[in-house]
C-alpha cells in the first residue's frame, strides 16, 4: 500500500479536491523531500518544545507554502495554449517528470521572504500590527503573502474556494458602499487596516485554521504515514477480507470494514475509495454485486473513515480548537454516530445481498488468529493514542509517542523494517501530505478575518435566521443545504470553517449549542463528498467499476442515508445530545437504542425488499423515532408495528402454506 499504482495515482489526482498535480525527479525531488522531512521533524519537536503561537505558524507555512509551489503546477498552460491556439503537446505514456517553471522558483522564494521577513524581529512585528501603525513595507509584504495564498489554494484545491476569498476580500474593502439600510454594510475598512487584520496576529492568516494544520494534522498525517509505510495497510484490508468469508453479505460488509480500518491511514475519502477499490471491486465482482451498488459500496466506506474514530478528518481537529476542549472529547461526540453510520450500511448491505443474490467469495488470505497473532500489533499505536489522551495527554503528544511506537513496531515485520530510508520518507510523505491543507487553512484566515473585523458573521446568522422565521427545523433544513452546496466548491476543511463562522452563529442564536453545532455542520461539510451532483468519493467509485455515475452516486446516498438524518437528531431535540455521548448514562443508552431502530427502518425504507407500503410506512417510523421525544418515540413504534404487521400479511397471502 506504500506505493500506488500509475491508475489509482490517476483517478485520486482526478477525482480528490486536494490533488497532487507534479511528479517531480533527480535532485530536485530530493531536495524536495529533505525539506518536507525536515518540516515534519520540527514540528515533533516543538510538540515537546513549543514555541510561540504565531512564531510557529510563520514558520510553518514559511515553509510550506514554497513547497507547494514547487509541488504543485499552474494549470494554466491549457489556458494559454488555447488562447495562443497552440496545439497541446504529444507526452510519452507512463509517469512524466516535470521541473517546476522559473514562475514556480519565484513564487516560491518570495513566499519565503514574506514569511521569514515579520520572523526578524516578531516582538517589533506584533506591536507595529496592534497599534495599527504598520510600515509600507508591512502592507507590501501583507499584500504579497495575500495573493500568494489565493495561488497557492487555486493551485491545490482549484478556483472556487479562491473566488470566495476573494468576494470576501472585497466586501471588507467595499463594504461602506453598500446601502445604509443593508444588514451587511459596514464602516469600510483601508488596505491598511485589511493587512494588520490578516498578516500581524492570530486572527487572519495565522489563526485556529493555521494552527490546526501546523499542530494537529501535520502530526497525524506522519502518524498516517508511519502506518502505511510499517505495513499496517496490507494488514487491515487483510484482516478485513479474512473475518467476512461465509456468508453472502460477507464481501460487501468485508469491504465497508475495510474502509474504516484504511481510513486511519490515508485520511482521505477519495484516496481510502481508491486504494481500496482496486482491490475489493474484483471481489465484489465476482460476489455477484451490480456495478453502481458495488460503487456505492466503496464510496460508502471510503468517506466513514473520515468521519469515524479515532483520527476523523481535519476539521475535527478545529472543532477542539473552537470548543476550547480535548481532541478525546470530539471523539466522543463522533463514537455513538459513527456506530450508526456503520449500522446503516451494514443493513442495507444485508438487505441487498438478498436483493441482488449475491454469494460468499473465497478470499486467499489467512486466518483472522493467524493474522491478529502475527500482526495485530498494528492497533496498539491506535488504541495508545486514546489511552493517552484518557490519561490526560495532549493530542500532540499523544499522536507522536503513537508514531514512535509504530515505528519501533515495524521492526517485528522484516519485510516493512522502518531504517533510515524508510523514516525519511515517511516523514516526507506526512509533511508533503498536509501541503493542500496548510494553504486552505492558511487562505481561509482571509475568510475568518474579514468575518471578524466586519461583524458580518453575526449580520447573516440574523439573515439566516430572518429567513427561517425564528423555526428551528427550517432553519436546520436551509443550513444543512448551505454546508452541502458549499462543499460542492470547496473542499471539506475549507467548508467547515466558512459554514461554522457563518452558519454556526444562526444555530447558535435559536439555542442550539455550540458542540452540536459544530457537529452538525461537521458531518454535513464531509458528506458533501458523497453528495450529488458532485460526490467525489462516488464518481471515483464509478471510475473504478465502470459503472453509472449518477446512479453510482445515488447508490452511495443510500448507504450513507443515516449520516444524513442523525445530525438533524442531535440539533432538533433536547435529547439529541445523548448522540454525542452528553447527559446521563441511561439516557445515553435509551437514545442510541431508539436510533439504532431508526436505521434499521431507514434500511427498510431505501432497501428494494419490502413492498412500497411497508417502505413508506418505515419511512414515517424513522423520522418520528429520530425525534428522540417520548411521543413521537411511541407514535414512530406504533407505525414501525404497523408495517411489521403489514408485511407479515403481505408474506401470508403470498405463500399459504
Known sequence: MTELSDRESELISAH??????????????????????????????????????????????AVALPLVFLCYRSGLAPYARRLLRRPAPVVAEGPRVEWPSAADWLLAAASLAVLLYPLLDI???????????????????????????????????????????????????????????????????????????LYTGTEGFFGVP?????????????????????????????????????????????????????????????????????????????????????????????????????????????????????YLQVLLYATIPTLLYYLGIFLAIEIDSRRFGTHAVQVDAPGVGRLLLRFGYHFSSLILIVVLMALDRSAFQSVVIATVVAFLLSFLDPQHRMGPKRIGQALAKGALG????????????????????????QNLADIIVDLGAGNLIITTVMAAIAVLLLGLAVPVTASFIIAAVIIGPALFDLGVSQSEAYMFVFYYAVLSEVSPPTALSAVAAAAITGGNTYRTMMMTWRYTLPAFLVPFAFVLTPNGQALLGQGPFGTVVLMTAVSAVAVAALAVATGGLAAWPERLLSAVAAVLLLFLEPVPIVAGLAVLAVAAAVHLIRSRRRDPS
Open 16 to 61: 480528490e479536491q486536494e490533488r497532487p498535480a507534479r511528479e517531480l525527479g533527480g535532485p530536485l525531488k530530493l531536495g524536495v523531500w529533505i525539506v518536507a522531512g525536515l518540516l515534519s521533524a520540527y514540528s515533533l519537536v516543538v510538540v515537546f518544545r513549543p514555541v510561540e503561537a504565531i512564531e510557529h505558524r510563520m514558520t510553518f507555512l
Open 123 to 197: 516582538d517589533a512585528f506584533r506591536d507595529r500590527g496592534s497599534g495599527a501603525a504598520l510600515t509600507d513595507v508591512d502592507i507590501v509584504a501583507g499584500l504579497v503573502l495575500t495573493v500568494l495564498l489565493l495561488e497557492a489554494v487555486r493551485r491545490t484545491v482549484g478556483w472556487s474556494f479562491a473566488v470566495i476569498c476573494i468576494i470576501f476580500l472585497i466586501y471588507t474593502y467595499y463594504g461602506a458602499y453598500l446601502p445604509i439600510d443593508w444588514t451587511i454594510g459596514h464602516i469600510g475598512f483601508d488596505l491598511g487596516q485589511i493587512i494588520s487584520q
Open 210 to 326: 493555521m494552527q490546526v494544520a501546523a499542530s494537529y494534522i501535520i502530526l497525524f498525517t506522519i502518524y498516517g504515514a508511519v502506518l502505511d509505510y510499517s505495513g499496517a495497510s496490507k494488514f487491515f484490508i487483510d484482516l478485513s477480507f479474512a473475518a467476512f468469508r461465509k456468508s453472502r453479505a460477507a464481501p460487501g460488509r468485508t469491504v465497508t470494514t475495510a474502509g474504516f480500518l484504511l481510513g486511519t491511514v490515508s485520511g482521505s475519502g477519495v484516496a481510502t475509495t481508491v486504494s481500496l477499490g482496486s482491490v475489493a471491486w474484483p471481489v465484489l465482482r465476482r460476489a455477484g454485486y451490480p456495478k453502481e451498488p458495488a460503487g456505492g459500496i466503496l464510496a460508502a466506506g471510503g468517506i466513514g473513515a473520515i468521519l469515524s474514530p479515532p483520527t476523523l478528518g481535519a476539521a475535527a481537529f478545529i472543532i477542539a480548537e473552537y470548543l476550547g476542549i480535548g
Open 434 to 457: 498536509v501541503l493542500p491543507v496548510t494553504a486552505v487553512c492558511a487562505a481561509a484566515g482571509i475568510i475568518v478575518g474579514a468575518i471578524t473585523l466586519t461583524g458580518l458573521g
